[in-house]
T-cell receptor, first 110, second 115 residues
Framework: ELKVEQNPLFLSMQEGKNYTIYCNYSTTSDRLYWYRQDPGKSLESLFVLLSNGAVKQEGRLMASLDTKARLSTLHITAAVHDLSATYFCAPGWGGNKLVFGAGTILRVKS | EAGVAQSPRYKIIEKRQSVAFWCNPISGHATLYWYQQILGQGPKLLIQFQNNGVVDDSQLPKDRFSAERLKGVDSTLKIQPAKLEDSAVYLC?????????????FGPGTRLTVT
């Protein structure tokens, strides 16, 4: 069974602090997606990581992929309240099926 | 470019009733997915279509769930009869066949409550 583990599942941060969300997966995958979901909303694509060593940055978020370790990270720099949301990672498998992690609920406190 | 459209946005039914959801993907996207997202969990794939053919329905509870995609565009997902554990958000997503990212674009979802 394909498994995706995210940790932490809940993260409460102070504004201005840095933190990293981890995504481990059980089977080789050559691509990984990060999505953001606001309460009551659908999923918004953040990053698509297509190869080992890929790193992408958008604003205060930076995502990386290590396919050999089956690990992706989402790093938050100098958090702001607007980043409060649930973040999902999803490795892609054959036919580009996605298997989602349980999600990390991020709350940024001022 | 218009996004993935879904309707209805909300539905409340009693257990053992039937319900249907509709999805219109982004124009030109050949692949369409239905996901079930239970509160507090990540989305789980129910079924994947390519054009009007089923690619993967291994996680679809076929005794009560059915889906079709006539003419390779719009899709409907039906539940009959509904159970309490079917309460969830049903998300439709689509992707185009070309391009390197194979990125999936999600609709707003239909929130189903079964009482």
């Amino acid at each position: 069974e394909l498994k995706v583990e995210q940790n932490p599942l809940f993260l409460s941060m102070q504004e201005g602090k840095n933190y990293t969300i981890y995504c481990n997966y059980s089977t080789t995958s050559d691509r990984l997606y990060w999505y953001r979901q606001d309460p009551g909303k659908s999923l918004e694509s953040l990053f698509v990581l297509l190869s080992n060593g890929a790193v992408k940055q958008e604003g205060r978020l930076m995502a990386s992929l290590d396919t050999k370790a089956r690990l992706s990270t989402l790093h938050i720099t100098a958090a702001v309240h607007d980043l409060s949301a649930t973040y999902f990672c999803a490795p892609g498998w054959g036919g580009n099926k996605l298997v989602f992690g349980a999600g990390t609920i991020l709350r940024v406190k001022s | 470019e218009a996004g993935v459209a879904q309707s209805p946005r909300y539905k409340i039914i009693e257990k053992r009733q039937s319900v249907a959801f509709w999805c219109n993907p982004i124009s030109g996207h050949a692949t369409l997915y239905w996901y079930q997202q239970i509160l507090g969990q990540g989305p789980k794939l129910l079924i994947q279509f390519q054009n009007n053919g089923v690619v993967d329905d291994s996680q679809l509870p076929k005794d009560r769930f059915s889906a079709e995609r006539l003419k390779g565009v719009d899709s409907t997902l039906k539940i009959q009869p509904a159970k309490l554990e079917d309460s969830a958000v049903y998300l439709c997503a689509s992707r185009k066949e070309t391009g390197a990212t194979y990125e999936q674009y999600f609709g707003p979802g239909t929130r189903l409550t079964v009482t």
